[in-house]
């Protein structure tokens, strides 16, 4: 059975820092895109950033870049995200993917993602 579990959400003041981890269990993804997707209440869930198989592309939603860091481990199976300089619009609830397929690229389209964790909520206060 395939899980995707993360970690490291939280409450942090503006301005502040949170790492979020995904640790993947039950099949190897070193092949496959993964990323961060995030939902706020009442909004469409949208993609953060993402990471190719290999590590050596990232892309990110343009309001995050130059903020936060996405990077894998494939030896460990992870997948994290170092987000700092956090604003209150970056409240959400953050979810770790995996694309369907390996060799993709990073694609930013949701439905490419089959494999999806519960959620870590983050909330930034002002």
């Known amino acids: 059975q395939v899980q995707l579990v993360e970690s490291g959400g939280g409450l942090v003041q503006a301005g502040g820092s949170l790492r979020l981890s995904c640790a993947a269990s039950?099949?190897?993804?070193?092949?496959?895109?993964m990323g961060w997707f995030r939902q706020a209440p009442g909004k469409e869930r949208e993609f953060v950033a993402l990471?190719?198989?290999?590590?050596?592309?990232?892309t990110y939603t343009e309001s995050v870049k130059g903020r936060f860091a996405i990077s894998r481990d494939n030896a460990k199976n992870a997948v994290y995200l170092q987000m700092n300089s956090l604003k209150p619009e970056d409240t959400a609830v953050y979810s770790c993917?995996?694309?369907?397929?390996?060799?993709?690229?990073?694609?930013?389209?949701?439905?490419?993602?089959?494999?999806w964790g519960q959620g870590t909520q983050v909330t930034v206060s002002s």
């Open positions: 993917a995996a694309a369907a397929s390996p060799f993709m690229g990073v694609p930013t389209t949701t439905g490419l993602y089959r494999y």
């Open positions: 039950g099949r190897t993804f070193s092949s496959h895109a």
């Open positions: 990471i190719s198989g290999s590590g050596g592309t990232t």
